[in-house]
């Protein structure tokens, strides 16, 4: 699709410029700001974050953002519950990507006890990873529609995200949160069938996504709002340890998919989209090309998938066959000492990350040969956005801040661990 023209009033420099000359306007005795708070009540704030903005007039001079409403402590609770029983707490992270956290939870522990995971599995995750990502970025397109008053769109991304949670609920029996991951593989398989209707909900949504370009794309109401609005450079935006979309939207093309390979992420063929004015016009665009090289990504796994098991046979990766624990006490002995102490990795430290939605989400465990881990990090991508998003703020008008905020896609659970 041909780049739009970005009129010269939005363009990154004139905003500068506008910022400037704000700041000096602040500065009179009689320009006292007003200060108010967003949310966290407010509901686009998620009932997690609380903003308190100084005005001048409509204008943004200050902003203070609060990201600490939610007290989930999930990182807390890994490190008291054993690594295979730890695995719910990440579905809850990004509650819209569950699969991506737990299977980049799931590879860290892999990588720690030195577990190879099966060909078909790898397959799977990479599928099932960027089915996920598609629900994901329609959710967080859907929200930025619905919030400047697009409501035909954001009821197209949703029915669409819906299909794909339906056929998750199919495979896992759960439409949201999954724990579908196991340390060494999954809960289980799915079938050709399976297999063979999610490549026709893929197909049947690539003629949504061209009525959703042609009701967005060029729409002046929804080019005033976003074009030139929540701009940030690449270098403040590295800087800020910002990955993911808002990263590529301001022209570097950082995807942790290319840059450390996982799965089966290089053995299919698929490109970065980057942006150019890191803008919320940029970011929703970065999205929706993004959803396009995911539908890509899945079709070719669809066509690529081998048979074979979905588990390793490694005895500390799953629970053994019930068969196996009812018909020997080996078996039984095994399936105990899993469920009760956990299986025990050797002792030191491990650092691995996937591309999630909003970006690098990696995890950084700590063992001392126990079955649970000694310490627990989760590098969440939102987070880190949150700590750039006043000064991306600041200088726009009230208004703004729903859009921009809308353009971070912050996830709570993300942020709350």
Wanted: with cysteine.
């Amino acid at each position: 699709m041909a780049e739009i023209e970005i009129p010269a009033k939005y363009k990154v420099e004139e905003v500068l410029k506008r910022k400037e000359i704000l700041e000096l306007t602040i500065a009179g005795p009689t320009d006292e700001p007003m200060r108010i708070n967003l949310g966290p009540s407010h509901p686009a704030m998620h009932g997690t974050i609380k903003m308190i903005a100084e005005l001048v007039g409509e204008t943004i001079v200050n902003l203070d953002i609060e990201p600490g409403f939610l007290h989930r402590g999930m990182e807390k609770m890994c490190e008291v519950h054993n690594y295979n029983s730890a695995l719910p707490y990440t579905d809850r992270l990004n509650y819209v990507t569950a699969f991506i956290n737990n299977f980049g939870y799931a590879a860290t522990i892999e990588k720690l006890f030195g577990i190879e995971i099966t060909e078909r599995t790898s397959w799977l995750r990479t599928l099932f990873s960027e089915l996920s990502r598609i629900t994901d970025h329609y959710t967080c397109q859907a929200a930025i529609c619905s919030e400047i008053g697009a409501m035909t769109p954001f009821l197209y991304l949703m029915q669409a995200r819906d299909y794909i949670w339906e056929h998750f609920n199919w495979a896992t029996g759960a439409r949201q949160t999954y724990s579908y991951s196991r340390i060494g593989g999954l809960a289980k398989d799915v079938s050709r069938e399976w297999l063979d209707k999610a490549k026709e909900i893929l197909l049947d949504n690539i003629p949504l996504l061209h009525d959703v370009h042609g009701l967005i794309d060029k729409n002046r109401i929804f080019l005033d709002r976003t074009q030139g609005v929540g701009e940030i450079s690449k270098e403040d935006a590295i800087n800020a340890g910002i990955t993911g979309p808002f990263l590529r939207s301001t022209g570097c093309d950082y995807d942790v998919r290319k840059a450390m390979p996982y799965f089966k992420y290089d053995e299919v063929e698929w490109e970065v989209p980057v942006g150019k004015y890191g803008d919320n016009y940029d970011r929703w665009y970065i999205r929706m090309r993004e959803i396009e090289e995911s539908f890509k990504i899945c079709l070719q796994c669809i066509e690529k998938i081998p048979e074979g098991p979905v588990n390793s046979d490694d005895y500390m990766a799953h629970l053994p066959e019930k068969a196996e624990v009812y018909g020997s006490i080996e078996g039984l002995i095994n399936h105990f000492k899993i469920v009760i102490d956990g299986p025990k990795p050797p002792k030191g430290n491990i650092y691995h990350c996937v591309e999630g939605a909003n970006g690098e989400l990696g995890y950084y465990v700590v063992s001392d040969g126990t079955g649970t881990a000694y310490r627990l990090h989760v590098r969440a991508p939102s987070f880190l956005i949150m700590g750039a998003l006043d000064k991306i703020i600041i200088g726009h008008q009230l208004a703004d801040i729903i859009p921009i905020f809308g353009s971070v896609n912050m996830v709570g659970g993300e942020c709350d661990r």
